[in-house]
């Protein structure tokens, strides 16, 4: 059974750094074609892609908010660790974690955590 | 254009057939993926590839793509496929992914 879990904080304040934590079980961050993504969702809005991190450590950021983002992984933890920098009221958002997987020809997100809401606000 | 851009919101009779579009450059190059997401939960993945189910997935949902267009159908809609729908694909580069603007269905 795949399960991804995020944790960190709920309310930051505008300049702060972000870190949100990814704890996932079921599949393991050394597998070949595995990799864990973020993706966030500001209320009653689309989903935003952020970042993901490959089993190979191949890091991919979104183009707008690279400057801000760092992705790491700790495979003997199944962690994945997402740092967003300078945070701002418009990063309000629930943060999603989700499996990736690359197979039968195919790259998706296959499996989601629950989410975490984010607030930044004074 | 990195964008996926998706009708706002259709409905569709109990029993119905829907289609549910999103449109991109990339989608010319790269296959879009499907999420269903309910109020207060996170989204699911109902197709992926050319027109693959995960397991669990009724078989009421396909999807299909055409050019610039990927479409996802939901063939025989129900009261619970009533959600949110995102397509999702890389971006013309290969290198990112990007979400479309998402499709609220609603069941009458």
């Known amino acids: 059974q795949i399960t991804l879990k995020e944790s960190g904080p709920t309310l930051v304040k505008p300049t702060q750094t972000l870190t949100l934590t990814c704890t996932f079980s079921g599949f393991s961050l050394s597998t070949s074609g595995v990799g864990v993504g973020w993706i966030r969702q500001p209320p009653g809005k689309a989903l935003e892609w952020l970042a993901f991190?490959?089993?190979?450590?191949?890091?991919r950021y979104s183009p707008s908010l690279k400057s801000r983002l760092t992705i790491t992984k700790d495979t003997s933890k199944n962690q994945v660790v997402l740092t967003m920098t300078n945070m701002d009221p418009v990063d309000t958002a629930t943060y999603y974690c989700?499996?990736?997987?690359?197979?039968?020809?195919?790259?998706?997100?296959?499996?989601w955590g629950q989410g975490s809401l984010v607030t930044v606000s004074s | 254009s990195s964008e996926l851009t998706q009708d706002p919101a259709v409905s569709v009779a109990l029993g119905q057939t829907v289609r549910i579009t999103c449109q991109g450059d990339?989608?010319?190059?790269?296959?879009a993926s499907w999420y269903q997401q309910k109020p207060g939960q996170a989204p699911v993945l109902v197709i992926y590839g050319k027109n693959n189910r995960p397991s669990g997935i009724p078989d009421r949902f396909s999807g299909s793509s055409s050019g610039n267009t990927a479409s996802l159908t939901i063939t025989g809609a129900q009261a619970e496929d009533e959600a949110d729908y995102f397509c999702?694909?890389?971006?013309?580069?290969?290198?990112?992914?990007?979400f479309g603007t998402g499709t609220k269905v609603t069941v009458l």
């Open positions: 989700a499996r990736y997987y690359y197979g039968s020809g195919s790259r998706r997100f296959d499996f």
């Open positions: 999702c694909s890389r971006d013309s580069s290969g290198n990112h992914y990007v």
């Open positions: 991190i490959y089993w190979d450590d191949d890091k």
């Open positions: 990339s989608l010319r190059s790269y296959y």
